[in-house]
């Protein structure tokens, strides 16, 4: 079928090709069905998502909830990571720092950037900052998500 960034590249342009591509990544890893995204970007060291306001993701006072918030960040620092490192790595969240900034009331952008350099020669930490606006450009959110890089191991 072909990796993440050849399936993205297949699909991008196509009617709906956004969306279907969600959809698929989302059954890879069905929790992150639960927001409904669509992915709008993915490059190497780069990858925007969008989620909807809508009632499934809203918290008691009508805003969307924080960890709707948190599982866009991890969804576009994950696939960002995922396109990014090489086909010899592989890579985990070990960790994510997050600050609330402003109330959600509008439909979310998370867009995820690498903040340091990637570990090649040894195991070690890949910093990943994802920033949340609203429609009007204002940041509501803001993770940092230690990603953990290292070689595949040897498979003879």
Aim: with cysteine; net charge positive; charged share 20%.
């Amino acid at each position: 079928m072909g990796t993440t960034l050849e399936i993205w590249e297949r699909f991008k342009t196509k009617p709906f090709g956004k969306q279907l591509f969600s959809k698929m990544l989302c059954h890879k890893a069905p929790y992150f069905g639960s927001i409904k995204p669509v992915f709008v970007e993915l490059m190497p060291g780069s990858c925007e998502v969008r989620i909807r306001k809508r009632r499934a993701v809203l918290n008691h006072i009508g805003t969307v909830h924080a960890i709707a918030m948190c599982n866009m960040a991890e969804l576009a620092a994950g696939t960002m990571t995922d396109v990014t490192v090489p086909k010899t790595h592989r890579w985990i969240p070990k960790g994510m720092t997050v600050e609330y900034l402003n109330k959600a009331a509008t439909e979310l952008k998370a867009v995820a950037k690498p903040l340091g350099e990637m570990p090649l020669d040894a195991p070690g930490e890949y910093p990943v900052e994802v920033l949340v606006t609203d429609t009007g450009g204002t940041q509501v959110f803001r993770a940092k998500i230690a990603m953990w890089i290292s070689p595949k191991p040897n498979r003879t």
